[in-house]
């Protein structure tokens, strides 16, 4: 079995995070990577060259369109291609009809449509994303496979046509993580931590207003948030001026975009981790979390509702509903949070492996050869 994995880029991402854990775990030896714009340079390049795996990165997407045939011609012994994304979706298509002999399977991460929503584009990014939820829904159905990350994922991808889709959850590669430090017990604050790009999807703003209403009741609290951002938008200044008007500069720290090991570095410190939002698939972060005994509070989007079992591993609350606040005011303020976040490293560690993703996977890809 030979496979190509094609990706949008080779920068470190949830989708490509996946992809590194399934080639890991599989004894498969004949697997490539093609990446179809320039990415930067960051650990998952440098994981893939000391695992010897074969890669080929393009400027562009426009580059590597234009060497379809040289790719069609190069990979023409390769079984099945792997696409991750939407410029791969497209990508694929075209090298499956340059060569009718490949098998296409491709993982969805997302509610595409319900995370489209939620970035509220306007203009000629609203048309955009309106030929790329087309094209989406065109091409999935024609592809061999089709693999959501979540239940919910799969239930968007077969209102779409694809009957053809399956659902396998994101696994996490947890013999990598450092080793689980105890946690204070007189600790002077309550650390509640967010990781994730600060964009509008994510709704770090939810976040913030959730400090600002606990600082009200006397509770003393202070809000991570791990992730990209942009000083210049609009986005994060609304959630600046926010925090400036309401006094809490020292409750609410922005890290940025921090390495792993820097990142888990403070999750070793936190308490609670924040999720609440607008869309997800299966976000990794939450998995990831779940190592360092951090009980997730999620929103009912997406597939985190789907792990967060019976709240007895973290809450799923209403974040557009009335109460959410009070809901986890009385959740932090019980103590329930400590035990549930035992819980939720061994559901993680029992349920959420890297070996158990790519064994899955592994299957698909024999059921389609």
């Known amino acids: 079995m030979k496979i190509l994995y094609i990706v949008t880029n080779l920068n470190r ?50 580059e590597a369109f234009f060497n379809l045939k040289n790719m069609k011609n190069k990979f023409s012994n390769f079984d099945i291609l792997h696409l991750n994304g939407y410029h791969p979706n497209i990508y694929g298509y075209f090298l499956k009809k340059l060569n009718s002999n490949f098998k296409l399977i491709s993982t969805c991460h997302s509610v595409e449509n319900q995370e489209a929503q939620s970035h509220q584009f306007q203009g000629i990014s609203n048309v955009k994303t309106k030929i790329r939820l087309f094209l989406q829904s065109y091409l999935y159905p024609k592809q061999e496979k089709v693999v959501g990350v979540s239940k919910q994922v799969e239930i968007y991808l077969k209102e779409i046509g694809c009957e053809n889709s399956t659902t396998i959850y994101n696994g996490v590669d947890y013999s990598s993580f450092p080793k689980l430090k105890s946690k204070k017990s007189n600790k002077d604050f309550l650390d509640l931590c967010q990781v994730g790009h600060i964009i509008n999807l994510k709704n770090q703003i939810f976040s913030i207003k959730l400090i600002i209403n606990l600082k009200r009741k006397g509770l003393d609290v ?25 006094n809490i500069e020292d409750n609410v720290i922005f890290y940025g975009s921090l390495p792993f090991d820097e990142l888990f570095k403070n999750l070793q410190n936190m308490d609670i981790q924040l999720l609440p939002s607008l869309s997800e698939g299966l976000p990794l972060a939450l998995l990831e979390a779940f190592y360092f005994e951090l009980p997730a509070i999620v929103s009912q989007n997406g597939g985190m509702k789907e792990v967060i079992k019976d709240n007895k591993n973290g809450l799923v609350i209403d974040i557009d ?27 993680a560690l029992d349920t959420f492996s890297s070996e158990d993703m790519a064994r899955n996977y592994l299957e698909e890809y024999g059921k389609i050869e």
């Open 13 to 62: 991402s949830a989708p490509n995070t996946v992809i590194i854990n399934i080639l890991l775990n599989s004894d498969v030896n004949n697997i490539e990577i093609l990446s179809l714009n320039k990415s930067l340079d960051d650990n998952y390049k440098k994981v893939l060259e000391e695992n010897n795996i074969k890669n080929i990165e393009f400027n562009s997407f426009k």
């Open 222 to 246: 202070k809000l991570h948030l791990f992730g990209s951002y942009d000083t210049n938008d609009k986005y994060f200044l609304k959630l600046q001026d926010l925090i400036i008007k309401n």
């Open 321 to 347: 509903g009335g109460n959410s606040f009070d809901d986890i005011y009385d959740y932090i303020n019980s103590k329930t949070y400590i035990e549930d976040g035992r819980r939720a490293r061994e559901e």
